[in-house]
């Protein structure tokens, strides 16, 4: 195969394909310094302009304030996991965990192992973590709220964010962040590993807010503080600046391209709503998630059998549709429809599992 | 300025042009999958064939037997700082570190805020870092020994690795890895950020031992933990996937164009040979690193007076040779000639400095 091919893997996912084209076109020569982006000091005036740039987007699309810092931490989210606890939970202090799904799950491990206080205030694992639970009884005294908004691997997503009583949301976003604008009031931090909507794997994106930050354990090594990517603009240590980089093209795209968040969402929208409204028209596909916890951004669905699944993948990506096999702890199919997935995708997946079921029924 | 220039970097460094021309050469469409490099699924055989040549590069480069696991972790040398004294030092345990500049500092420094018996054994502090100890007296009981190989700072590197009474060696390669052959017989663990030798940031690569894997503590976090990677081929989350494909051209290039590490270190000895050579050959411009400590892989030298250090810097970069001012905390110069700086680099600014000379004698 020569030309690009349909990509609805859940991550690393597509890109924006001029992003992509921008980063080929500078890559032996970044802004005429002569370097390459990847052999750009981050001493230098060259990388500061990409990460003030990527910092000052990030704040414009989501409206943040000047309470809020925008970090960029290396480990992906499964280190987020970790820093969350050690930053914010001291012996006495205890925080509250909604289990929507593997990465909830792999969230609240990293606290048991820690020795931490926590409770579990609701899962949807009594039927497959197939929905979000509603009407949660947070705990009076939490020090925050851990969510995941999105879960890639079950296909469900808040669509609303609970009321916690004041108590600070701390949200895994890496599935959705972006994708949709915020009431940023809710949230005393959230992060995303950058290989879904964001940029290429190896960085994560932190926001924090400042009284998060005030309260957050000081006494701890430099690279697992917060306050050291707070103090130091993320650059105590070098940063991944190619990560760094990658997503302020995505980020000057989401906002001079695509039109903001409210236009992205839109577009999200219409794109989901498309896939959905096909599978739900007949009786051959169908999706795995409850209707009011449905996805945005990944499409979990069955067929009949699990052989016409593999057979559904195999021909799939014989014609240029690829990452449509769902992950494997759960098997099925699923098409990862992140901000950069485009309509002219979407119709073409449609129109293949159209032909697909009329010549497989 | 449209054309490449040359570049002394201290890290993020130059990388070979032509893994730069082969990355931007496939980078919209990587081995014919259809998508970027930066798109495609940690999941794959596309991926699994970048990591796994990677890690038989290193393994073939180095002379690694089956004892040793080549691991990739974010985070850089830094994280590494704290992940060593929190694997290997239980309790009752204790290392002997040895100091010799501000990156042995800074991994001293993690040791001692996790509260962790240590021995400074040895420094060089005394005379500002600017040579290599001799002699060291080890500890008989400590668990490991922390060396920095080259200080990029100071300009100064361990060419000979002390007789440790058979106490496993941790060692900061950062700045020398791959430079040259090595006897991994004394390593019990070598790291090494990318940025300098391997790659670009965001990705740092450990290689350790079984015996010492066998020792690590495995009751932490899931990240920071060494049997995460080493039970997960590091991918027990999403890896810094362009990270290691770039280090996987780069390793490809020293074995198949440079023809391994013994030709690779006979050509760092005659760029860094011709660069000593000239600065010892007048009294214009002298090295700071005592002469039997200096680095091959960072030229730090002085000029008359510090004015004439700051127009130097500017001329230098107005014609072609960039990065060459010192690190902020010592001012002066430096030339960082990593692998990938090329003798024709070397000559040119050899050149540029004789020109420079004369001008400003």
Redesign the interface.
């Known amino acids: ?5 349909f ?1 609805f ?7 924006p ?1 001029q992003v ?2 921008e ?2 076109a500078s ?3 970044f802004k ?5 982006i ?6 230098s005036s060259y990388f500061d302009d990409v990460i003030n740039d990527a910092v000052d987007r990030a704040k414009r699309l989501l409206k943040l304030d000047d309470r809020f810092h925008v970090l960029f931490i ?6 987020q ?2 820093m969350i606890p ?1 930053n914010f939970l001291s012996k006495d202090d205890t925080a509250d965990y909604v289990n929507t799904g593997t990465w909830s799950t ?1 969230a609240i ?2 606290v048991e ?2 020795k931490k206080n926590y409770t579990v205030v609701a899962s949807s694992e009594d039927k497959n973590f197939s929905y979000i639970p509603k009407n949660i009884q947070f705990s009076t005294n939490a020090k925050y709220v851990h969510l995941t908004s999105n879960n890639t691997i079950k296909g469900t997503q808040f669509h609303e964010f609970p009321d916690t009583n004041g108590i600070p949301i701390v949200c895994d976003m890496s599935s959705d962040i972006f994708s949709r604008p915020l009431d940023m009031e809710k949230f005393g931090l959230i992060y995303a ?1 950058a ?1 879904k909507n964001l ?5 994560c994106m932190v926001i924090i807010r400042q009284d998060m930050l005030d309260m957050a354990n000081v ?6 503080k917060y306050s050291t990517y707070a103090s130091k603009n993320s650059m ?8 760094v980089y ?1 997503i302020d093209l995505v980020l000057k795209w989401i906002e001079e391209e695509m039109g903001g968040l409210e236009k992205m969402e839109e577009y999200n929208i219409k794109k989901a709503g498309l896939l959905y409204d096909f599978i739900d028209s007949g009786s051959f596909y169908r999706t795995t998630a409850q209707e009011d916890s449905k996805s945005l951004m990944n499409v979990t669905f069955r067929l009949p059998d699990e052989e016409l699944e593999k057979l559904f993948v195999v021909k799939a990506t014989e014609n ?1 549709l ?2 449509l096999k769902g992950h ?1 702890s759960v098997g099925g199919c699923r098409a990862s429809i992140y901000n950069a997935t485009t309509m002219e995708g979407i119709n073409a997946l449609v129109q293949f599992m159209e032909s697909f079921e009329k010549e497989n029924k």
Not at 1 to 5: D, K, Q, S, V
Request: proline share 7%.
């Open positions: 195969m020569t030309e690009r091919i990509n893997n859940a991550g690393p996912a597509a890109l394909l992509l084209e980063i080929q890559f032996l020569n005429q310094s002569g370097m390459s990847t052999e750009v000091s981050h001493r290396q480990g992906g989210a499964s280190l996991f970790a050690m792999k491990k990293e192992v820690q590993g290989q940029g290429p794997s190896g960085a006494d701890l090594p430099s690279m697992l105590y240590n070098t940063p991944p600046c190619f990560g990658t240029g690829g990452g494997r």
